[in-house]
C-alpha cells in the first residue's frame, strides 16, 4: 500500500460514478466528501460531445452534485493543447457543441478556409461532406488533431463508431496518422494536474479501464484505484504488463480516504 497522502484527486465518469445515467452507489456520496473536505478534484471524460455546463445537468440527474468547473473534458484538454501550440489559431472541428465551444473560448477561430488544425471529435452524426472536406484539408497541409482514439462508444441500441474509429477512415484516405490528446496520453492528466494546480506526487486516478485511466494515471505519475464497476473485470487485471496502485469494488470504498 502507497503511504503517499492524496490530496487531489482525479476520476473518470461513466463507470466509476455513473453507468448508462444512473448513479454508482457511493458515487453522490464520494463527491460529496470531495467537496466537504475542499480537496481538489476533476471529473475527467473522452466524450468530446458534451460542455461541461451539459455534464453537470446530467451528473445531477442522477444525484451527483459537481461544480461545473470540476468537470474536464477532452474537447477542453484538446483547446487547451491547441491554445498552447499556436496561440489564436484557426481549426476545421467535426464534433458538437462540447468541442466548438471548447476551441472558440479559447480563442480559435473555426473556419473550412486553410485551418492550422482539423480537429475530430464525437458526434452522433458524422457526415459525409465534412469528413471529405477534412480529408482534403489535411492532404493540403492542415495538422491532424483528434480528441481521443476510443474505437466505440455506447448506445441503448449497442456500439457507435467513434472518434478513434472514423480517425482511423481519414488516416487511411490522407496517409497521416492524429494526434490524439484523450485518455490514454497522459497529457489529459497533465492538462488536468495545472487546472487544479496539483502536484502528481499528491494526486490520485480513479478509473474503471485499464487500458486508458490507469495506464494515463501511471505514465502520469499517479496513483492509481482501478473500481470494478465499470470495463475492467477482476480477471482482466493480471493480463495487462502493469498494475493500478490499488483495486478496489467501487467509488465507496474511497470515502474515507478523502
Request: glycine share 8%.
Amino acid at each position: 500500500m502507497s503511504e503517499r497522502k492524496i490530496e487531489s484527486w482525479l476520476t473518470d465518469m461513466d463507470g466509476v460514478l455513473v453507468h448508462e445515467g444512473r448513479a454508482i452507489p457511493g458515487a453522490p456520496e464520494f463527491v460529496r466528501a470531495l467537496r466537504e473536505a475542499e480537496r481538489p478534484f476533476l471529473v475527467l471524460t473522452n466524450n468530446s460531445i458534451f460542455t461541461p455546463r451539459d455534464l453537470r445537468a446530467r451528473l445531477a440527474t442522477s444525484g451527483i452534485d459537481v461544480p461545473e468547473q470540476a468537470i474536464w473534458t477532452s474537447a477542453l484538454a484538446t483547446a487547451q493543447f491547441l491554445s498552447d501550440q499556436i496561440p489564436n489559431g484557426s481549426a476545421y472541428p467535426i464534433g458538437e457543441a462540447g468541442l466548438t465551444t471548447a476551441l472558440y473560448e479559447a480563442g480559435y477561430t473555426l473556419t473550412e478556409s486553410d485551418p492550422d488544425y482539423v480537429v475530430l471529435g464525437e458526434t452522433r452524426t458524422y457526415s459525409f461532406e465534412a469528413l471529405t472536406k477534412a480529408v482534403r484539408l489535411v492532404r493540403d497541409g492542415a495538422r491532424f488533431i483528434a480528441t481521443n482514439p476510443d474505437t466505440t462508444g455506447p448506445s441503448p441500441e449497442g456500439p457507435l463508431p467513434a472518434t478513434g474509429a472514423v480517425a482511423a477512415m481519414i488516416q487511411a484516405a490522407t496517409g497521416r496518422s492524429p494526434y490524439y490528446v484523450g485518455k490514454p496520453n497522459p497529457m489529459m492528466f497533465r492538462s488536468a494536474l495545472n487546472r487544479i494546480e496539483a502536484h502528481s506526487e499528491s494526486t490520485a486516478m480513479i478509473g474503471d479501464r485499464m487500458d486508458t485511466d490507469v495506464v494515463a494515471g501511471i505514465e502520469a505519475g499517479l496513483e492509481t484505484f482501478l473500481v470494478m464497476t465499470g470495463s475492467t473485470t477482476a480477471a482482466e487485471v493480471d493480463t495487462f504488463p502493469f498494475r493500478p496502485t490499488h483495486v478496489v469494488d467501487s467509488v465507496a470504498d474511497l470515502i474515507d480516504r478523502v
